[in-house]
């Protein structure tokens, strides 16, 4: 069963996240296993879209030479982009204004041209939705779930996520070092969109003393009262983790911009949550942004492996003859489900999970006590 392909393409869009280079080294070997050729599509769709204005081309032939010795490495060999979504691609007007076009027709045009017979596209919510849409306008498509973020339903893990929680838990380690010798709160803001599954797991991980998560609106009173409870018994420094679209009761999540055909950028909650509790509590606090530090790197042996096994169950999918499917993980193997469902609704943290359960357990504020 090859389905008639005989050559298919990998694209990486979104943000970047450890273990792409894995998935683009299993689905290249996968694929000349089965006699294909390779090509991987430079900066998401831009190869395509922006062909010309890459000196090398925008496609790059994924060889054995080009693959070997990347399932290591951080980033993605092919360049990935946030912005200039091709289905809301933003478009200068005579005016000056930005106004988005859909470039759908002219993209598929593009893979007709290039005889690109299957994609491979590896991505978080927002690439999946694209795919989904060119699958509905006629490509043949396999989805791979990526993202640090973990907000993707259908599976039950993304690639990305374990080697951001581990590098944070990590940052946060340190954290409790500088803040102990101090007598300061330290909060410490971390990555993950709408979805608090970093800071939760990161925080409880490395033992904070308060979490805050898009998905549990906060109050500090209760966080300040945690802080100064805990100076009476002598430990004079605390540790809060908060996610980047943690929210307080009533208000907005911190936008930090957004521009014409890019997703809004989150950040600075951490600064606002450490001004609050140094009035509330009088004790001196600092805020730090992990930010990007958290996507960078080498990944995880588990995002590795999950990498791997995503990027080979791509290729059997196609080659069983699917499309406008996801591969999932659901333990132990790892099926396909299909694109629409995987894309319906963001996987936020459920409010009476074990770990949150288990948090409360341990004396864990989220500022909802
Ligand atoms: N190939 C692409 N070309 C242009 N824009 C893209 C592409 N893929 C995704 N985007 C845009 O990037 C944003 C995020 O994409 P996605 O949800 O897939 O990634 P993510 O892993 O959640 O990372 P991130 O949150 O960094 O942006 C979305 O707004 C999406 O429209
Ligand atoms: O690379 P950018 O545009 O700053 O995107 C940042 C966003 O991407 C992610 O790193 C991954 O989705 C989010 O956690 C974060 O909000
Ligand atoms: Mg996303």
């Known amino acids: 069963m090859s389905q008639g392909i005989k050559r298919i393409a990998i694209s990486t869009g979104g943000g970047d996240a450890p273990g792409l ?85 002219e993209l598929l045009g593009r893979f007709d041209q290039h005889r690109i017979d299957a994609l491979i596209t590896i991505g978080g919510d927002g690439s999946l939705a694209i795919g989904h849409h060119l699958h509905q306008a006629g490509l043949r498509l396999v989805g791979v779930p990526k993202t640090i973020d973990n907000d993707l339903e259908c599976t039950a893990a993304t690639f990305g996520f374990d080697s951001a929680v581990d590098f944070a838990s990590e940052c946060i380690d340190r954290l409790f070092s500088t803040a102990t010798s101090h007598s300061r709160i330290l909060v410490v803001e971390v990555m993950g969109r709408y979805a608090g599954w970093i800071a939760l797991h990161a925080g409880m991980a490395s033992g904070v003393h308060a979490i805050l998560i898009p998905e549990i609106p906060y109050r500090l009173d209760p966080v300040a009262a945690l802080i ?30 957004k521009a014409v055909g890019q997703a809004e950028r989150l950040g600075g909650v951490g600064a ?12 001196e606090s600092r805020a730090v942004v992990l930010g990007h530090l958290l996507r960078g790197g080498s990944p995880s042996s588990v995002d590795r492996l999950l990498g791997l096994r995503f990027g080979a169950a791509a290729v059997r999918a196609l080659d069983e003859g699917h499309s406008g499917v996801m591969v999932a993980l659901n333990p132990p193997t790892v099926d396909y489900v299909p694109l629409a469902a995987a894309t ?26």
């Open 272 to 283: 606002k949550v450490a001004a609050e509790l140094e009035a509330l509590t009088g004790r």
């Open 228 to 257: 100064n409870e805990r100076a009476q018994r002598g430990s004079t420094y605390s540790i809060v983790c908060v996610a980047e679209g943690a929210k307080p009761v009533g208000g907005a999540h911190t936008v930090a911009g």
């Open 344 to 369: 319906r609704q963001l996987k936020v943290v459920p409010l009476d999970c074990d770990a949150i359960q288990t948090a409360r357990d341990l004396g864990i504020r989220f500022g909802d006590e």
């Open 21 to 105: 280079n894995a998935v683009i080294y299993a689905a290249t070997l996968a694929a000349h296993s089965r006699g294909w050729d390779v090509v991987g599509i430079r900066d998401g769709y831009n190869g395509l879209l922006l062909g010309d204005e890459y000196p090398d081309g925008g496609l790059i032939e994924l060889t054995r030479n080009r693959v070997r010795g990347i399932i290591h490495q951080g980033g993605t060999i092919l360049g990935s982009t946030n912005r200039g979504n091709p289905i809301a691609y933003p478009v200068q007007q005579p005016d000056g204004s930005w106004a988005e076009q859909d470039r759908t027709e």
